[in-house]
Nanobody
Framework: QVQLVESGGGPVQAGGSLTLSCAAS????????MAWFRQPPGLGRVAIAA???????RYADYVSGRFTASRDHDKNTLYLQMNSLISGDTAIYYC??????????????????WGQGTQVTVSS
C-alpha cells in the first residue's frame, strides 16, 4: 500500500505561483500512476494533472499551459508547479496514486491511495 503526504499549499495572490509536493512511500510506489486532484468549495473532486510511471503526462484543459506536473523517481515525489494563478484555482488539492493510469476530470472508480489534501487560496 502506498502512503502519500502533501505539502506546499497556502495563500497566494492572483497572478502568483505556488509549488505543491507529494511524497510517496511504500512498496512499488514508483510503479504507480500519480495525479493531482482538486476540490473547489462546494464542488466535486476532479483530476487536473497526472504523471504515469513511464513519464506520460496529461492535464485538464483549464490548467494546461499554467500548471506543470513532474515526478522525481529517486525521491518518489510528485510536484505541481502552478503559475498565473486565478481565484478559480482556489481549492483543496489532493495527491492520488493508482496502479492504473489515472484519467483526467471526474474519476468514478476507486483510487488506491489519497493524500490528506492541502488548501490553496488565491486572492485577487
Amino acid at each position: 500500500q502506498v502512503q502519500l503526504v502533501e505539502s506546499g499549499g497556502g495563500p497566494v495572490q492572483a497572478g502568483g505561483s505556488l509549488t505543491l509536493s507529494c511524497a510517496a512511500s511504500g512498496d512499488s510506489a514508483s510503479t504507480y500512476s500519480m495525479a493531482w486532484f482538486r476540490q473547489p468549495p462546494g464542488l466535486g473532486r476532479v483530476a487536473i494533472a497526472a504523471v504515469d510511471s513511464d513519464g506520460n503526462t496529461r492535464y485538464a484543459d483549464y490548467v494546461s499551459g499554467r500548471f506543470t506536473a513532474s515526478r522525481d523517481h529517486d525521491k518518489n515525489t510528485l510536484y505541481l508547479q502552478m503559475n498565473s494563478l486565478i481565484s478559480g484555482d482556489t481549492a483543496i488539492y489532493y495527491c492520488a496514486a493508482d496502479r492504473s493510469p489515472i484519467p483526467m476530470y471526474t474519476v468514478t472508480g476507486p483510487i488506491d491511495a489519497w493524500g490528506q489534501g492541502t488548501q490553496v487560496t488565491v486572492s485577487s
